[in-house]
């Protein structure tokens, strides 16, 4: 019987599963792993990163695009700390990333070792599947029961310790073998019960103004043609939440918009406040999609479909509750409406259309100003200009995130956007990129971040120019964490405290590192200088001098109120 060593077994299993790409940094326990990734005939390309947290967030938007199990890796000790950022935030995004740290031998433990820590203990509370290896023989159960986590149910996050010992002892070959289905998600779809497809059907037909309002679930579930089917049966409008841009094109006539505290604004609003019945879709009904639960109000009928039964019910009473995947609960419903010879509602798309047309009108008063420091809204205006339909935008949450919710109208369902909405950490935007290019490169990539995430981020920079991957950044320079000023000002009487920050150039660091860059202080060089960078062949940067954010209009309702 052929036997391999515990690395060269782990990247059999990871080649078995389907793995194409590694996103990690080395350290001194993940030499056999290494080794075994030099050596062997795998077909997996290991992607070096400049940090373990960029690492995984270069691994979670590659998930997102290619809608494969996204893979990230790093040592022990500071690496498995540097890691969990990027784990959480799939873990919470419903991404599946698998985590694969090395550990300190198993003969070491409880020896004070250098770097020991106890990885378990460290990763349970974060991921669906965790486990630090005591022995090579669990290498192939192990590898298993993580890809099985991670794809079926409510996607998320895994871990696997791989200790030092255990990567050099012997596996034999025959133990090695995988389950295809499990290499991409969601895998082994729930379907509904008939039953409660029935229940919801019948609240629907019953409600005059209803409304969908789509979370991540429908993107995740590939449902973007039946979120259109149910849409049209009924003429009903479909509102999103920041995740579920991209269940619907943005420029259908039934297409609401983001709706929440973070890209909603009053004309959104109002749709769902005129709403005597809400469809929640793949949606947990959060603080920011119901502006801490006020919209829409207690007491109106909610329709819930979800694939995890606890997302259900725990914010609102409902009316009716679907659990299953989100593409065969809406075809489902579908079914159940069109049997029962459901008729489209009247005067559902005149309201959307004028929502629209109110929004769009603030919004252009704004787009069109030519004053100094240049307005987020001119930014976002020019990139819906200039981006092609199929373009990948990362956007870091901090003034990116709402301008980008609110007013840019991705025009192609599917997953085109992209931004870190569970944990909301800055320098997310650029590593995320780096994984999108590598997943859907035939796309244009482009990360839009404030400078705050850019001195998060910025090392990176020389992975980008190392790989040559034709990503734009987008540098929004306004000198100041404008997210917590803007509170400040709102909330705190302008007591501003210890959130401004001199102001870089970002073009020169970006030049330092190989990119080729612009710096744009004025809004009639907008449009040249982000065409330049777009049209470029390798790695880009627009550094733009902008408004801050505690001054802007920016679409958040508690600054705005």
């Known amino acids: 019987m052929n036997q391999l060593s515990g690395a060269e077994a782990f990247v059999r299993m990871l080649q078995l599963q389907g793995v194409k790409h590694i996103f990690g940094l080395c350290g001194d326990t993940s030499l056999p792993f290494y080794d075994a990734l030099a050596r062997l005939d795998h077909g997996i390309t290991h992607v070096l990163t400049r940090d373990e947290r960029c690492a995984a967030y270069m691994a979670d938007a590659y998930a997102r695009v290619t809608g494969r199990v996204g893979v990230c890796e790093g040592p022990s000790g500071g ?168 269940a619907i094109a943005e420029d259908h006539p039934l297409a609401v918009g983001v709706v929440g505290s973070n890209g909603g604004t009053p004309a959104t609003r109002a749709l769902v406040e005129a709403a005597d019945l809400v469809v929640f879709v793949g949606c947990r009904a959060g603080s920011v999609t119901t502006e801490r639960w006020r919209h829409p109000s207690p007491g109106v009928p909610v329709v819930h479909i979800d694939v995890d039964p606890a997302v259900i019910g725990a914010n609102y009473p409902t009316a009716a509750a679907v659990v299953g995947d989100a593409r065969l609960s809406l075809a489902a419903l579908s079914a159940e409406l069109t049997a029962r010879a459901a008729r489209p509602g009247r005067g559902r798309r005149s309201a959307v259309a004028r929502a629209k047309a109110d929004k769009r009108a603030a919004f252009h008063e704004v787009a069109t100003s030519a004053e100094r420091p240049i307005r987020p809204e001119r930014l976002i205006a020019t990139l819906q ?65 404030g400078d705050g995430s850019f001195g998060f981020a910025c090392g990176e920079m020389e992975t980008l120019v190392r790989l040559g991957l034709p990503v734009t950044l987008v540098v929004v320079s306004n000198s100041v964490f404008g997210w917590i000023k803007a509170g400040q000002r709102v909330a705190y009487d302008r007591r501003y405290f210890s959130v401004d920050f001199t102001r870089s150039d970002h073009a020169r660091i970006a030049e330092a590192f190989g990119l080729r860059a612009w710096r744009v202080e004025d809004p009639e060089d907008l449009t040249p200088a982000l065409r330049r960078a777009l049209e470029a062949e390798g790695p880009t940067l627009v550094d733009v001098v902008s408004q801050p954010l505690h001054e802007a209009r920016a679409p958040v309702s508690e600054w705005v109120a």
């Open 385 to 449: 200009e200039l981006l092609p339909s199929d373009a990948v935008v990362c956007a870091d949450p901090g003034t990116p995130c709402p301008y980008f919710s609110a007013h840019y109208e991705f025009r192609k369902p599917g997953r085109h956007f992209i931004t870190n909405r569970a944990h909301g950490a800055l320098g997310y935007a650029l590593p995320a990129a780096i994984g999108a290019a590598i997943g859907r490169p035939q796309s244009k990539v482009v990360a839009v971040m």
């Open 79 to 246: 690496g498995a700390t540097y890691i969990l950022p990027g784990v959480v935030e799939a873990n919470e995004s419903s991404i599946p990333v698998l985590a694969v740290t090395t550990d300190i031998s198993v003969a070491a433990r409880g020896r004070y070792a250098l770097t020991e820590i106890d990885q378990e203990a460290l990763f349970r509370p974060l991921t669906k599947y965790t486990h630090v290896l005591d022995a090579a023989r669990e290498i192939a159960p192990t590898v298993r029961r993580a890809f099985r986590a991670m794809t079926t149910g409510r996607p998320g996050a895994a871990h696997i310790g791989l200790p030092f010992d255990v990567q050099k002892a012997p596996v034999d070959e025959a133990d090695l073998w995988a389950e295809p289905d499990l290499c991409r998600y969601p895998a082994r779809r729930a379907a509904p019960d008939p039953a409660a497809v029935s229940a919801a059907a019948e609240v629907i037909l019953a409600a005059r103004q209803p409304i969908l309002v789509c979370g991540g679930g429908p993107v995740l579930a590939g449902a973007e043609a039946e979120v259109l089917a149910l849409a049209e049966l009924l003429d009903i409008p479909v509102a999103t939440t920041i995740s579920g841009k991209g």
